[in-house]
């Protein structure tokens, strides 16, 4: 059973500033590791996603850096906008052969303040 | 398009009641997935089907739960004798075959409160 440690629990940041947010984990048997983003009263949406072939990964003001040796990865939200106050997930898919099926981190509450 | 569809948006059962939760994935998604949300944690995975079968049923938390996709497209979680732990937000996701990709489509979930 995977293990995920997913810090902090919650987190408020000023418009404008850099939002972070960590997730560990302990095996290393997956190839992909997405981070889903949840509205209050929604599902969750995924966000963006890494392969651990890969360091880093941008996409606009969301950046995924990827530490295969401490077997943590973190998301980098910049230029925090109230619109990204939400809660967010780290997540590890159990690849085709176990469908894909979703192990999601405890969230993180994010408020972004004016 | 649309995407995932659930209902009821809410549900308020009894105690020991039966009650149903349905899903209608995106069209064409052959991989339909329940998940269970309690508050202020990450969704947990129940069940998986891959078409009309059920590929991986391990979340289930015991035999009160019951899952079907008889066609391939609509699912139906049934729970039994409900009890006030099973209250929580029942989420179902949607995917494109495992192999073709990884991102699984979310429905906004239904809400069950058992009283």
């Known amino acids: 059973q995977q293990q995920v440690k997913q810090s902090p629990q919650s987190l408020i940041v000023q418009k404008g500033g850099i939002s972070i947010i960590n997730c560990a984990y302990e095996?290393?048997?997956?190839?992909?590791f997405p981070w889903y983003q949840q509205f209050p009263g929604k599902g969750p949406a995924l966000l963006i996603a890494i392969r651990p072939d890969v360091s880093e990964k941008k996409e606009g003001r969301f950046t995924i850096s990827f530490n295969k040796s401490a077997k943590q990865f973190s998301l980098h939200i910049m230029d925090s906008q109230p619109g990204d106050s939400a809660t967010y997930f780290c997540s590890f898919p159990k690849g085709p052969g176990g469908g894909n099926k979703l192990t999601f981190g405890t969230g993180t509450q994010l408020k972004v303040e004016l | 398009g649309a995407g995932v569809s659930q209902t009821p948006s809410n549900k308020v059962t009894e105690k020991g009641k039966y009650v149903e939760l349905r899903c209608d994935p995106i069209?064409?998604?052959?991989?339909l997935y329940w998940y269970r949300q309690s508050l202020g944690q990450g969704p947990e995975f129940l069940i998986y089907?891959?078409?009309?079968?059920?590929?991986?049923d391990s979340g289930l938390p015991n035999d009160r739960f019951f899952a079907v996709r008889p066609e391939g497209s609509v699912s139906t979680l049934k729970i039994q004798r409900t009890e006030r732990g099973d209250s929580a937000v029942y989420l179902c996701?949607?995917?494109?075959?495992?192999?073709?990709?990884?991102?699984?489509?979310f429905g906004p979930g239904t809400r069950l409160t058992v009283t």
């Open positions: 095996n290393t048997a997956f190839d992909y």
């Open positions: 069209s064409g998604h052959t991989a």
């Open positions: 089907f891959q078409g009309t079968g059920a590929a991986d």
């Open positions: 996701a949607s995917s494109v075959a495992p192999g073709q990709t990884y991102e699984q489509y």
